[in-house]
């Protein structure tokens, strides 16, 4: 069912985008309203809604809808609950042996790597 939905989901957002880049933009028509024979007022009401505005519409309502219902099915860590209630119980754990380890590395110094790089030339033999 997740996997469904979460495929929905994806699928309506998409077209939506496709759908929204297809519509024009309300100033689009500002050039041919000041020539003449103007279809639509910038500002004022601009008559009824096209089959792209009422598609974008529902599948804005569409996308909400799945978006909703993937909050509901999702599934949940494995210790289940809260943000918070995971917290507490991180808060309350002891500490790992890790940083322990980390600490005696640092102690012991490493023995230095041979360089492939050549040691310079002695200064006294050069001018």
């Known amino acids: 069912m997740y996997t469904?939905?979460?495929v929905v989901n994806i699928a309506v957002a998409l077209v939506m985008v496709v759908v929204i880049l297809l519509q024009q933009g309300r100033g689009a028509e500002m050039g041919s309203s000041f020539g003449g024979g103007a279809r639509g007022s910038l500002v004022?009401?601009?008559g009824s809604t096209?089959?792209?505005s009422r598609t974008t519409s529902v599948l804005a309502v569409v996308f909400f809808a799945t978006a909703l219902a993937l909050g509901v099915v999702s599934p949940t860590?494995?210790?289940?609950?809260t943000l918070d209630e995971l917290l507490a119980e991180e808060e309350l754990r002891p500490p790992t042996e890790e940083p322990a380890a980390a600490e005696e590395t640092e102690e012991t110094p490493a023995a230095p790597?041979?360089?492939e790089v050549p040691a310079p030339p002695d200064a006294a033999g050069e001018q």
């Open 77 to 81: 860590p494995e210790g289940g609950g």
């Open 4 to 6: 469904l939905l979460l």
């Open 50 to 52: 096209n089959l792209l």
């Open 113 to 115: 790597a041979e360089s």
């Open 44 to 46: 004022g009401i601009s």
